[in-house]
């Protein structure tokens, strides 16, 4: 929301654009690094997903997963 000063607060947006500079680093290290074929890497790629939403504990979410937030 714009106050009367002018002044805007670009802090989500910092941490939206800084994400996604991450994401893009590490798709193209990804796809620069792998020698399998297209279908090894989709099973990793789900596999991780797995991992990362109903196995790996998240700092943010108090050490529960994102799976585990969302059935409460």
Request: aromatic residues 12%.
């Amino acid at each position: 929301r714009l106050g009367l000063s002018g002044r805007r607060d670009y802090t989500d947006r910092n941490l939206i654009e800084k994400w996604f500079q991450t994401l893009k680093m590490r798709i193209d290290r990804f796809h620069s690094s792998w020698v399998g074929s297209r279908s090894s890497a989709r099973r990793w790629c789900l596999q991780f997903v797995h991992y990362y939403n109903r196995q790996r504990p998240h700092q943010a979410l108090d050490q529960r997963t994102p799976a585990e937030v969302l059935a409460n």
